[in-house]
């Protein structure tokens, strides 16, 4: 089993930046993708973006694609979510997730391997 830890959320203003996160631990030698999902007050939880357990294969959600980047370091077992140009739509509780299966992650699928706890992304206008 892998346990995810979040962090790297706060205030930011609209048009700022920041980077997320996640940071794996436990049975970190399969072979996990990784997505990164958010959910704003008073709505479902949706998909951001995921990439594939050997970083070849990225996928975004159209609301993000083209200001948001999902990287990973092996080497540290941790996966990053950049987030450039926020807007105020971008609040929200942001997890990470991971699953063997790129696919379940991309197709938001609740029985996923693993999720983290969430950090709280707060963009003001």
């Known amino acids: 089993q892998v346990q995810l830890v979040e962090s790297g959320g706060g205030l930011v203003q609209a048009g700022g930046s920041l980077r997320l996160s996640c940071a794996a631990s436990?049975?970190?030698?399969?072979?996990?993708?990784m997505g990164w999902f958010r959910q704003a007050p008073g709505k479902a939880r949706e998909f951001v973006a995921a990439i594939s357990w050997s970083g070849s294969i990225t996928d975004y959600a159209a609301s993000v694609e083209g200001r948001f980047t999902i990287s990973m370091d092996n080497a540290k077992n941790t996966w990053y979510l950049q987030m450039n140009n926020l807007k105020p739509e971008d609040t929200a509780v942001y997890y990470c997730a991971a699953d063997t299966r790129l696919a379940a992650l991309v197709a938001g699928n609740e029985a996923l391997d693993a999720w983290g706890q969430g950090t709280l992304v707060t963009v003001s206008s």
């Open positions: 436990g049975r970190t030698f399969s072979r996990y993708a």
